[in-house]
């Protein structure tokens, strides 16, 4: 489940091809640390880093760096033939459900349930970026938007 919702990287604003960058952590000890840049040179953009590389993906995808896509498919729904609204109502349920899940998750970790709630912040983290992707193609903002990224 966790291969099928691995981003892809969107291109850099400026039009050219951007990469996952993996580096250690200070002084070369500690764990990696990951995030997206462009290939060119010249353009600089940069990602924040984050811990893991789908993390990375998906904080580029939602930035103001990231050129997105025409097409925005979520890889654990189906938006296909919604209006903008439809997609929204549906994408908040859905992450509503996701946080009731991850709440009753984490007062019972163990190795199942800890590779769970890799999927669901995941999950969630896919949904942030859905939620973008509908505001900046429609033109659509509401409480949502600001009640996912807050």
Do not use: H
Not at 32 to 50: I, M, P, W
Not at 82 to 90: G, N, R, V, W
């Amino acid at each position: 489940m966790l291969n099928k919702l691995k981003p892809e990287i969107n291109f850099c604003s400026c039009g050219c091809e951007a990469r996952l960058v993996k580096e250690k952590g200070a002084n070369g000890r500690g764990k990696f640390r990951y995030y997206v840049q462009c290939l060119d040179d010249s353009c600089g953009n940069t990602a924040s880093e984050a811990p893991f590389p789908w993390q990375a993906i998906l904080e580029w995808n939602l930035s103001d760096k990231s050129e997105f896509p025409d097409d925005f498919k979520l890889p654990f729904m189906n938006l296909t033939g919604m209006s903008a609204e439809e997609m929204q109502s549906s994408m908040q349920q859905k992450y509503q459900q996701i946080e009731k899940e991850i709440e009753k998750l984490q007062g019972n970790r163990n190795q199942k349930n800890n590779e769970r709630l890799k999927i669901l912040k995941l999950q969630l983290s896919w949904l942030r970026y859905g939620q973008s992707w509908v505001k900046d193609r429609f033109g659509i903002e509401d409480g949502f938007c600001e009640a996912v990224n807050s």
